[in-house]
């Protein structure tokens, strides 16, 4: 797993005794949920920046398949 930090997380106790009961694996769980949510927030910031370009650029709003359709429609 290479370098790791610890990271705290407190929980009501009868959601911490239900998990155990159920035998779920939460350590794995968290890790999992934590993984996606940097590649969700990774993909977000992205989108904005490649709005923030088109904005600059001035192609703001029209979509490609709009784009699309216009030129076939007039060639």
């Known amino acids: 797993?290479?370098?790791?930090?610890?990271?705290?997380?407190?929980?009501?106790?009868?959601?911490?005794?239900?998990?155990?009961?159920?035998?779920?694996?939460?350590?794995?769980?968290?890790?999992?949920?934590?993984?996606e949510l940097v590649m969700w927030e990774a993909r977000k910031r992205a989108v904005e920046r490649a709005r923030a370009l088109r904005r600059s650029i001035g192609r703001e709003g029209t979509p490609a398949a709009e784009v699309i359709r216009e030129i076939r429609e007039s060639g």
Do not use: F, N
């Open 1 to 35: 797993m290479g370098d790791t930090e610890v990271v705290s997380l407190r929980i009501p106790r009868e959601l911490k005794r239900r998990l155990d009961e159920l035998g779920v694996d939460w350590r794995a769980r968290v890790r999992e949920y934590l993984e």
